[in-house]
């Protein structure tokens, strides 16, 4: 299928917000996530927002949706070393199955 | 609080091998899935089950079968290993109706000689 689109890498200094940005291909998906991946380990469900809304927060991390530009960004506030992983942005995709994922951003936390 | 189980963790197969990967998950969900990961190509489908006793294909299914053993139990099989399926696997499980979070077992590191 087309790609998610996000950049491969992001460094951030500890304390600062992080920003992740992803553009998705369907306009009709319905949920959109937010995983993390830490080295070693399966994938983590971060958040997810429902295509009707603009905007999710949960404790650190904000969720930004644009349906217009399809455009997702995930903000995380005060950034800690332990946020140190490979992010992926996926769409659900028309069969209501399958999720579409990006290829992973990999966020690097710095003291 | 297992969640989604995989066996084994890790495994060196040689050419022509085969192999079943094992996936268990006890969260009561009606679809499982496998996907595959590989260094800058994200995760890819390879095979789902959206209810038990049903298999459909995903984006890269060539080489693999499935079986949805029960509705806990979905296992993924290599015929006949290739170098080109050296990857990370990994299974997910989600609750009834498409659309929901998908939840996802910590991975098979799979090495094909």
């Known amino acids: 299928g087309e790609d998610v689109e996000q950049s491969l890498f992001l460094s951030v200094r500890e304390g600062d917000s992080s920003v992740i940005n992803c553009t998705y291909t369907?306009?009709?998906?319905?949920?959109l996530y937010w995983y993390k991946q830490e080295p070693g380990a399966g994938l983590q469900l971060l958040t997810y927002?429902?295509?009707?809304?603009d905007m999710k927060q949960d404790q650190r991390l904000t969720v930004l949706l644009n349906k217009k530009d399809k455009h997702l960004s995930l903000r995380i506030a005060d950034t800690q070393t332990g946020d140190s992983a490979i992010y992926f942005c996926?769409?659900?995709?028309?069969?209501?199955?399958?999720?579409?994922f990006g290829k992973g951003t990999s966020l690097l936390v710095t003291p | 609080n297992a969640g989604v189980t995989q066996t084994p963790k890790f495994q060196v197969l040689k050419t022509g091998q085969s192999m079943t990967l094992q996936c268990a998950q006890d969260?009561?969900?009606?679809?499982m899935y496998w996907y595959r990961q590989d260094p800058g190509m994200g995760l890819r489908l390879i095979y789902y089950?959206?209810?038990?006793?049903?298999?459909d294909k995903g984006e890269v299914p060539n080489g693999y079968n499935v079986s949805r053993l029960n509705k806990r139990e979905f296992s993924l099989r290599l015929e006949s290993a290739a170098p080109s399926q050296t990857s990370v696997y990994f299974c997910?499980?989600?609750?009834?109706?498409?659309?929901?979070?998908?939840?996802f077992g910590d991975g098979t590191r799979l090495s094909i000689l």
């Open positions: 997910a499980s989600s609750p009834p109706r498409g659309n929901q979070p998908q939840h």
């Open positions: 369907d306009s009709s998906s319905t949920y």
């Open positions: 927002i429902f295509s009707n809304m």
């Open positions: 996926a769409e659900s995709l028309d069969s209501g199955y399958a999720l579409n």
């Open positions: 969260m009561n969900h009606n679809s």
């Open positions: 089950s959206a209810s038990e006793g049903t298999t």
